[in-house]
Protein backbone atom coordinates (compact mmCIF):
# COMPACT_ATOMS: atom_id res chain seq x y z
CA UNK A 1 0.00 0.00 0.00
CA UNK A 2 1.49 3.24 -1.32
CA UNK A 3 1.36 6.04 0.82
CA UNK A 4 0.52 8.44 -1.90
CA UNK A 5 -2.31 7.00 -3.87
CA UNK A 6 -2.71 6.81 -7.47
CA UNK A 7 -5.46 5.42 -9.65
CA UNK A 8 -4.18 2.26 -11.31
CA UNK A 9 -5.41 3.04 -14.88
CA UNK A 10 -6.42 6.17 -16.78
CA UNK A 11 -7.17 6.41 -21.01
CA UNK A 12 -8.32 8.77 -23.57
CA UNK A 13 -8.11 9.17 -27.20
CA UNK A 14 -5.74 11.14 -29.48
CA UNK A 15 -5.98 14.90 -29.23
CA UNK A 16 -7.84 14.56 -25.84
CA UNK A 17 -6.98 16.20 -22.32
CA UNK A 18 -6.19 13.55 -19.21
CA UNK A 19 -5.21 13.87 -15.99
CA UNK A 20 -3.56 11.43 -13.73
CA UNK A 21 -4.11 12.64 -9.67
CA UNK A 22 -2.32 12.03 -6.12
CA UNK A 23 -2.99 12.15 -3.06
CA UNK A 24 -1.08 12.07 0.04
CA UNK A 25 -1.29 14.10 3.45
CA UNK A 26 0.07 17.06 4.93
CA UNK A 27 3.44 14.92 5.99
CA UNK A 28 4.45 14.36 2.22
CA UNK A 29 2.70 16.50 -0.58
CA UNK A 30 1.07 19.01 1.81
CA UNK A 31 4.74 19.68 3.03
CA UNK A 32 6.70 18.91 -0.17
CA UNK A 33 7.33 19.57 -3.50
CA UNK A 34 6.29 16.69 -6.22
CA UNK A 35 7.68 15.12 -9.14
CA UNK A 36 6.60 13.22 -11.75
CA UNK A 37 7.48 10.21 -13.98
CA UNK A 38 7.12 8.76 -17.24
CA UNK A 39 7.96 5.00 -17.73
CA UNK A 40 7.57 4.26 -21.40
CA UNK A 41 7.33 0.09 -22.04
CA UNK A 42 10.81 -1.68 -20.47
CA UNK A 43 12.35 1.89 -20.70
CA UNK A 44 13.95 3.45 -17.34
CA UNK A 45 11.82 5.85 -15.64
CA UNK A 46 11.85 9.66 -17.30
CA UNK A 47 11.99 12.96 -14.74
CA UNK A 48 8.61 14.74 -16.37
CA UNK A 49 7.74 17.06 -13.95
CA UNK A 50 9.50 18.53 -10.60
CA UNK A 51 8.82 21.06 -8.07
CA UNK A 52 5.21 20.71 -8.79
CA UNK A 53 5.08 22.54 -11.99
CA UNK A 54 8.34 22.98 -13.44
CA UNK A 55 8.96 20.58 -16.70
CA UNK A 56 13.01 19.83 -17.30
CA UNK A 57 14.42 20.74 -20.72
CA UNK A 58 13.14 18.66 -23.57
CA UNK A 59 9.81 17.65 -22.23
CA UNK A 60 6.74 18.73 -23.91
CA UNK A 61 4.85 21.60 -22.76
CA UNK A 62 1.95 18.98 -23.11
CA UNK A 63 2.83 17.60 -19.94
CA UNK A 64 1.76 20.00 -16.83
CA UNK A 65 1.90 19.81 -13.38
CA UNK A 66 -0.26 21.22 -10.53
CA UNK A 67 -0.54 20.59 -6.90
CA UNK A 68 -3.07 21.51 -3.93
CA UNK A 69 -3.26 21.09 -0.79
CA UNK A 70 -2.38 17.51 0.03
CA UNK A 71 -2.88 16.38 -3.88
CA UNK A 72 -1.32 16.75 -7.11
CA UNK A 73 -2.14 16.41 -10.66
CA UNK A 74 -0.14 15.87 -13.98
CA UNK A 75 -2.32 16.68 -17.12
CA UNK A 76 -1.35 15.91 -20.15
CA UNK A 77 -3.12 17.84 -23.11
CA UNK A 78 -3.06 16.80 -26.93
CA UNK A 79 -2.64 12.87 -26.03
CA UNK A 80 -0.56 10.99 -28.48
CA UNK A 81 0.19 7.29 -28.86
CA UNK A 82 3.22 7.63 -27.94
CA UNK A 83 2.33 8.91 -24.25
CA UNK A 84 0.74 5.14 -23.26
CA UNK A 85 3.22 5.02 -20.41
CA UNK A 86 3.29 4.66 -16.65
CA UNK A 87 3.10 7.14 -15.01
CA UNK A 88 4.56 7.62 -10.92
CA UNK A 89 4.15 11.01 -8.47
CA UNK A 90 6.70 10.96 -5.70
CA UNK A 91 7.58 13.74 -2.92
CA UNK A 92 9.10 13.13 0.50
CA UNK A 93 7.59 12.03 3.66
CA UNK A 94 8.70 13.82 6.43
CA UNK A 95 7.53 10.97 8.99
CA UNK A 96 10.14 8.54 6.75
CA UNK A 97 12.87 10.88 6.73
CA UNK A 98 12.92 9.44 2.68
CA UNK A 99 11.77 9.47 -0.70
CA UNK A 100 7.78 7.60 -1.21
CA UNK A 101 6.14 7.09 -4.87
CA UNK A 102 2.67 6.49 -5.63
CA UNK A 103 1.73 3.32 -6.94
CA UNK A 104 1.58 4.42 -10.55
CA UNK A 105 -1.08 5.05 -13.00
CA UNK A 106 -1.33 2.94 -16.15
CA UNK A 107 -2.08 5.55 -19.30
CA UNK A 108 -3.98 3.62 -22.01
CA UNK A 109 -4.45 5.58 -25.50
CA UNK A 110 -7.47 4.43 -27.33
CA UNK B 1 25.78 14.88 -20.44
CA UNK B 2 25.47 13.01 -17.57
CA UNK B 3 25.00 9.17 -17.45
CA UNK B 4 24.54 6.41 -14.63
CA UNK B 5 25.52 2.87 -15.32
CA UNK B 6 24.76 0.25 -13.18
CA UNK B 7 26.51 -3.21 -12.65
CA UNK B 8 25.70 -6.29 -10.64
CA UNK B 9 25.60 -9.73 -10.34
CA UNK B 10 22.41 -10.57 -11.95
CA UNK B 11 21.29 -14.02 -10.47
CA UNK B 12 22.00 -14.49 -6.39
CA UNK B 13 20.95 -17.38 -3.78
CA UNK B 14 18.93 -16.26 -0.74
CA UNK B 15 20.37 -14.79 2.24
CA UNK B 16 23.52 -14.20 -0.39
CA UNK B 17 24.54 -10.20 -0.24
CA UNK B 18 23.43 -7.61 -2.80
CA UNK B 19 26.38 -5.29 -4.45
CA UNK B 20 25.43 -3.11 -6.74
CA UNK B 21 27.51 -0.33 -8.65
CA UNK B 22 26.84 2.78 -10.20
CA UNK B 23 29.48 4.53 -12.49
CA UNK B 24 28.79 8.06 -13.20
CA UNK B 25 30.46 10.04 -16.06
CA UNK B 26 30.46 13.51 -17.47
CA UNK B 27 29.65 14.89 -14.20
CA UNK B 28 32.30 14.34 -10.84
CA UNK B 29 29.87 13.21 -7.81
CA UNK B 30 32.12 15.20 -5.59
CA UNK B 31 30.20 18.35 -6.95
CA UNK B 32 27.13 17.70 -5.88
CA UNK B 33 23.77 16.07 -5.24
CA UNK B 34 22.23 13.47 -3.95
CA UNK B 35 23.25 9.79 -5.55
CA UNK B 36 20.06 7.13 -5.36
CA UNK B 37 18.81 3.75 -5.74
CA UNK B 38 15.43 2.89 -6.75
CA UNK B 39 14.15 -0.54 -7.81
CA UNK B 40 10.83 -2.10 -9.41
CA UNK B 41 9.86 -5.45 -8.88
CA UNK B 42 8.48 -7.47 -12.15
CA UNK B 43 5.02 -5.98 -12.98
CA UNK B 44 4.86 -3.16 -9.61
CA UNK B 45 5.68 0.05 -9.23
CA UNK B 46 8.76 1.89 -7.58
CA UNK B 47 10.45 1.88 -4.51
CA UNK B 48 12.77 4.21 -3.30
CA UNK B 49 15.92 2.12 -1.20
CA UNK B 50 18.24 4.92 -0.29
CA UNK B 51 20.46 8.25 -1.45
CA UNK B 52 23.64 9.30 -0.60
CA UNK B 53 25.73 12.69 -0.32
CA UNK B 54 29.43 12.83 -1.57
CA UNK B 55 30.20 13.58 2.26
CA UNK B 56 28.63 10.05 2.49
CA UNK B 57 25.50 11.55 4.33
CA UNK B 58 23.12 8.85 3.67
CA UNK B 59 19.06 8.73 3.66
CA UNK B 60 17.29 4.99 3.76
CA UNK B 61 14.11 3.92 3.42
CA UNK B 62 12.92 2.81 7.12
CA UNK B 63 11.67 -0.41 5.80
CA UNK B 64 15.00 -1.17 4.17
CA UNK B 65 17.16 0.14 6.26
CA UNK B 66 18.12 -3.01 8.70
CA UNK B 67 19.38 -4.37 5.52
CA UNK B 68 21.36 -1.41 3.07
CA UNK B 69 24.22 -0.06 3.18
CA UNK B 70 25.50 3.02 0.97
CA UNK B 71 28.61 4.20 -0.08
CA UNK B 72 30.14 6.41 -2.55
CA UNK B 73 33.93 6.61 -4.11
CA UNK B 74 34.70 10.08 -5.34
CA UNK B 75 38.11 9.14 -6.47
CA UNK B 76 36.00 6.30 -9.42
CA UNK B 77 33.57 8.83 -9.49
CA UNK B 78 30.97 5.75 -8.20
CA UNK B 79 28.58 4.94 -5.78
CA UNK B 80 27.37 1.39 -4.29
CA UNK B 81 24.92 -0.57 -2.69
CA UNK B 82 24.60 -3.24 -0.38
CA UNK B 83 21.61 -5.10 0.50
CA UNK B 84 22.25 -8.31 2.77
CA UNK B 85 20.10 -11.74 3.50
CA UNK B 86 17.80 -11.84 -0.17
CA UNK B 87 14.98 -13.42 -0.57
CA UNK B 88 12.91 -14.03 -3.66
CA UNK B 89 11.04 -10.62 -2.48
CA UNK B 90 14.18 -8.73 -3.44
CA UNK B 91 13.94 -9.80 -6.94
CA UNK B 92 13.78 -6.39 -8.98
CA UNK B 93 15.11 -4.27 -11.93
CA UNK B 94 17.44 -1.82 -10.22
CA UNK B 95 18.11 1.70 -11.03
CA UNK B 96 20.78 4.60 -9.90
CA UNK B 97 19.47 8.09 -10.21
CA UNK B 98 20.85 11.73 -9.47
CA UNK B 99 18.65 13.09 -6.56
CA UNK B 100 18.47 16.66 -6.37
CA UNK B 101 17.09 17.09 -3.02
CA UNK B 102 17.14 20.70 -1.29
CA UNK B 103 15.51 21.53 1.69
CA UNK B 104 14.30 25.29 2.26
CA UNK B 105 14.34 26.43 5.55
CA UNK B 106 12.09 29.13 4.99
CA UNK B 107 9.08 27.01 4.25
CA UNK B 108 10.42 24.31 5.91
CA UNK B 109 9.68 21.69 2.74
CA UNK B 110 11.55 19.62 0.48
CA UNK B 111 12.31 20.02 -3.18
CA UNK B 112 13.58 16.22 -4.63
CA UNK B 113 13.61 14.91 -7.95
CA UNK B 114 15.42 11.96 -9.83
CA UNK B 115 16.57 13.46 -12.74
CA UNK B 116 18.82 11.18 -14.13
CA UNK B 117 18.51 7.45 -14.54
CA UNK B 118 21.13 4.91 -15.33
CA UNK B 119 19.22 2.24 -17.56
CA UNK B 120 18.74 -0.62 -14.88
CA UNK B 121 20.19 -4.04 -13.60
CA UNK B 122 17.70 -7.17 -13.43
CA UNK B 123 18.45 -9.10 -9.67
CA UNK B 124 16.99 -12.62 -9.62
CA UNK B 125 17.12 -14.14 -6.12
CA UNK B 126 16.41 -18.00 -6.27
CA UNK B 127 17.66 -20.86 -4.65
Known amino acids: QSVLTQPPSASGTPGQRVTISCSGS????????VSWYQQLPTTAPKLLIY???QRPSGVPDRFSGSKSGTSASLAISGLQSEDEADYYC???????????FGGGTKLTVL | QVQLHESGPGLMKPSETLSLTCAVSGYSISIGYYWGWIRQPPGKGLEWIAS???????YYNPSLRSRVTMSVDTSKNQFSLELSSVTAADTAMYYC????????????????????WGQGTTVTVSS
Open chain 2, 52 to 58: IYHSGNT
Open chain 1, 90 to 100: ATWEDSLKGVV
Open chain 2, 97 to 116: ARHDSVYYSDRSGRDDAFDI
Open chain 1, 26 to 33: SSNIGSNT
Open chain 1, 51 to 53: SDN
